[in-house]
């Protein structure tokens, strides 16, 4: 680890969502992950509906714990936040009355 050219010791066994992304995939994986969950919070906050919201503050919480944490690449993790995403993203939509 000391003599890659890269990475150091110190991102050697980090526990930060943003780097283990970094480290994996690179400046264009993070790049996509971040805008992937930039655009499903942006769309649960677009409503601007108390489901909707609340949805929205679960997952950037969800992301922003990804600094102390690489949780919600696993489970049960992930599953809460895709769950809580789509629940929001369809409680914000009945309240548009938008036929499925």
Known sequence: IKEHENFG????FTDNL???IFTELGIFGLAAYLLLVIVVVLQLAKGRRAP????????????????GTEGV????DASMFWLSAALG????REDQNVAS
């Open 73 to 76: 690449f696993y489970q049960p």
């Open 52 to 67: 909707g919201m609340i949805c929205a503050a679960h997952c950037t919480l969800m992301i922003l714990s990804g600094f």
């Open 18 to 20: 943003f780097r283990m």
């Open 89 to 92: 993203l369809r409680l914000s």
């Open 9 to 12: 010791k110190e991102w050697g």
